[in-house]
């Protein structure tokens, strides 16, 4: 049976949503949490594990002092406080992609707690308070088989591979937030980013959403004005900036129909199709007491000594809010420009493109201008559209080499997206370069002097601004090809000298 959505408009206008994030980085380090073994992605199943990461009988954990050193790098980061001393917890429960049956974590005592982290939004800055920030080691991964969603329902059979397992994992919770209305779940979408660059420039992962080193459990509920908040549910694992923003949007219509035909939400954990951008149902959401927390008795506790966190805090580099507003004057732009900017995820891309070799101005025409319209009618984010910032700096370059108009290099640029090679490699195979010399443009702009003697004649009496005319002919003529103020210099000095112009060579005899 197919339920009718509300319109989102009449959604926001009913209810009040309330959202929160729970963020998972992998962090960067070169061995696992609590033992040896690499981390580097993409190996053969089960070729990266030990006895400690398996949690075989006997084996013995021990902490990485690299990814203590990276949790509190992100949390002074995130304006949090840091913890004088804390403790590891096993999380207690049954999954096939664990290995031991429990999750060495932090429970009620957490390294990192009461941050902030601002980002923009409509022009305006929302603040996003974060509740906690702790360390834990990750999953193995499954993988279900024979069957067409990749889902464990209608498959054949399941494999595991356990080397994820172990890996150093933080866990970024912020506070619900409330407030936002309509702008949710682009609130939602501009923290996730947000943050994305904040890790990315500390250094500590990758955070490559397509390789599961960020990902993002999406929670949601709806409230009727001045109401308590409503139940929530948690779409987990979103792997696309993108993605967060269609979840939150999904889950407020789908909520909202349920409310509006009388039923109760669930709460539980949901999961989020990219192909229709709705959800469906997980599991029951499980509490703290189902978890049967307790105190880690393998490992000794954390205590930072305070100058050592003083260090690392005076080390941080330029964080990307303060970097954007640095970047902003160097640019010229005005408060909406930049926002225009963020919003199509393009800082970094114009500033390599920059430092490629060309200007901010001829960088942000591409990337806002014909790659952000590519990316958005293909559905993927403008980094990954396939056109790298030293393409663009090459493309810009032919450009004011008088080498490409601005038509030919648009299709220049197409190829370059469609993967076909380099712009300079591009222009020559498909014999795109601009036509600038006299002695071949001079024909061309004879026959159209000749075949449009009107013209000629405006021009004879005096109205130069009539050569635009004959350059469009000359234009045509060279399927776009020809240099436009070459052309029509030419056509101001060919045949009888014309009235007005600076200079002009009479025709031959």
């Given at each position: 049976m197919t339920t009718t959505l509300p319109a989102y408009d009449e959604v926001v206008a009913r209810y009040e949503p309330v959202i929160g994030l729970e963020t998972h980085v992998e962090l960067g380090t070169n061995t696992k949490m609590f033992c040896g073994c690499p981390t580097d992605f993409g190996g053969e199943p089960n070729t990266r594990v030990c006895p400690v990461c398996l949690g075989l009988p006997g084996s013995l954990p021990v902490a990485n002092k690299a990814a203590i050193e990276a949790i509190i790098r992100i949390g002074l980061a995130l304006n949090c406080s840091i913890a004088q001393w804390c403790r590891f917890a096993r999380k207690n429960y049954f999954y096939p992609d664990m290995p031991k049956n429990f999750q060495i974590s932090q429970y009620d005592e957490p390294i990192c707690v009461d941050g902030y982290l601002d980002v923009e939004v409509g022009g305006e800055t929302v603040r996003i308070e974060i509740e906690r920030v702790h360390l834990e080691e990750d999953t193995g991964k499954t993988l279900h088989v024979g069957g067409a969603t990749g889902r464990i329902h209608g498959?054949?059979?399941?494999?595991?591979?356990?080397?994820?397992?172990?890996?150093?994992?933080?866990?970024?919770?912020?506070?619900?937030?409330?407030?936002?209305?309509?702008?949710?779940?682009?609130?939602?979408?501009?923290?996730?980013?947000?943050?994305?660059?904040?890790?990315?420039?500390?250094?500590?992962?990758?955070?490559?959403?397509?390789?599961?080193?960020?990902?993002?459990?999406?929670?949601?509920?709806?409230?009727?004005?001045?109401?308590?908040?409503?139940?929530?549910?948690?779409?987990?694992?979103?792997?696309?900036?993108?993605?967060?923003?269609?979840?939150?949007?999904?889950?407020?219509?789908?909520?909202?129909?349920?409310?509006?035909?009388?039923?109760?939400?669930?709460?539980?954990?949901?999961?989020?199709?990219?192909?229709?951008?709705?959800?469906?149902?997980?599991?029951?959401?499980?509490?703290?007491?189902?978890?049967?927390?307790?105190?880690?008795?393998?490992?000794?506790?954390?205590?930072?000594?305070?100058?050592?966190?003083?260090?690392?805090?005076?080390?941080?580099?330029?964080?990307?809010?303060?970097?954007?507003?640095?970047?902003?004057?160097?640019?010229?732009?005005?408060?909406?420009?930049?926002?225009?900017?963020?919003?199509?995820?393009?800082?970094?891309?114009?500033?390599?493109?920059?430092?490629?070799?060309?200007?901010?101005?001829?960088?942000?025409?591409?990337?806002?201008?014909?790659?952000?319209?590519?990316?958005?009618?293909?559905?993927?984010?403008?980094?990954?559209i396939g056109a790298t910032p030293a393409q663009v700096a090459e493309l810009q370059g032919l450009v004011d080499a008088g080498k490409l108009n601005d038509k030919m290099a648009r299709t220049v640029l197409e190829g370059v997206v469609d993967g076909e090679g380099s712009p300079t490699e591009i222009m020559t195979s498909r014999g795109l370069e601009v036509v600038s010399d006299t002695g071949a443009l001079t024909a061309a702009v004879d026959e159209a002097i000749a075949a449009n003697p009107g013209i000629a004649d405006k021009i004879r009496s005096g109205k130069v601004a009539a050569a635009g005319a004959l350059v469009g002919a000359v234009m045509k003529t060279t399927r776009g090809q020809a240099d436009a103020k070459t052309v029509r210099e030419l056509i101001l000095t060919r045949g009888s000298c014309w009235p007005g112009t600076p200079t002009c060579t009479p025709r031959p005899a």
């Open positions: 498959a054949t059979e399941s494999l595991v591979d356990y080397n994820r397992a172990g890996i150093p994992l933080v866990e970024i919770v912020t506070k619900p937030i409330p407030g936002t209305g309509a702008l949710a779940p682009e609130v939602a979408k501009a923290y996730v980013t947000e943050l994305r660059d904040v890790i990315r420039t500390l250094g500590v992962s990758d955070v490559r959403m397509e390789e599961g080193s960020l990902r993002c459990d999406v929670n949601t509920s709806l409230n009727l004005p001045a109401q308590e908040w409503g139940t929530r549910t948690e779409t987990k694992n979103v792997n696309s900036l993108r993605s967060v923003e269609r979840a939150v949007r999904s889950e407020m219509l789908r909520q909202a129909s349920v409310l509006d035909a009388g039923g109760r939400i669930t709460q539980e954990t949901r999961h989020f199709h990219e192909d229709t951008g709705d959800t469906t149902p997980g599991r029951s959401k499980e509490t703290a007491t189902d978890y049967r927390y307790f105190p880690e008795p393998d490992l000794v506790p954390i205590a930072p000594d305070p100058a050592w966190v003083a260090e690392l805090k005076a080390a941080l580099p330029e964080l990307p809010r303060v970097h954007r507003r640095r970047l902003q004057q160097q640019w010229g732009l005005s408060d909406l420009d930049m926002q225009s900017v963020l919003n199509a995820g393009a800082v970094e891309l114009i500033e390599a493109t920059v430092a490629a070799g060309t200007t901010p101005a001829a960088a942000r025409k591409w990337w806002l201008g014909e790659l952000s319209r590519r990316a958005n009618e293909s559905g993927v984010e403008l980094a990954d």
